[in-house]
């Protein structure tokens, strides 16, 4: 047997299975239905978010919920700049293994935000939601264009 790490992600991404019924309620919200796995579109919003807030938290209990092969290459290749980004080592893409967890961790903090954003008292209606998201993901492009401070290594 290899001790070879491999660039593969593991079959599955995971989810914290505290924090799953989150995704799932989510799941059923106009803007995620309509996507091809609303459950992927949800884990890279979640992802993005946790990263943009630089916070991690590491799953307690794994529920694996995103097969891997639903994984285009643009957004593997999201998933490996961020691991880059967070461990300032191109190698990194050789770990499937620990892009993946970079990934999840991300996201396990990311999804809370995400939920909240959605089910705030304060916003009431779907489209209320996206414009709010929309709003916040245009802010974090801007700041990262306006930056020169942002590298990957």
Request: hydrophobic content about 35%; glycine content about 2%.
């Amino acid at each position: 047997m290899s001790n070879k790490k491999s660039s593969d992600l593991p079959r599955d991404l995971h989810v914290d299975e505290d924090k799953h019924g989150m995704f799932k309620e989510l799941e059923e919200e106009e803007m995620f239905k309509k996507t091809y796995a609303p459950m992927k579109t949800i884990f890279l919003y979640a992802m993005a978010i946790g990263w943009y807030s630089k916070q991690r938290i590491p799953l307690k209990k794994k529920k694996a919920s995103i097969p891997s092969s639903s994984i285009s290459e643009k957004e593997r290749w999201l998933l490996n700049a961020i691991a880059v980004a967070e461990t300032r080592d191109i190698d990194i893409i050789r770990d499937g293994e620990e892009v993946a967890k970079i990934a999840e961790e991300y996201a396990n903090y990311g999804i809370d935000i995400l939920y909240n954003m959605r089910y705030d008292n304060k916003i009431r209606k779907q489209s209320e939601f996206y414009q709010v998201l929309d709003l916040d993901i245009s802010r974090v492009i801007k700041s990262y264009k306006s930056t020169s401070d942002f590298t990957l290594l």
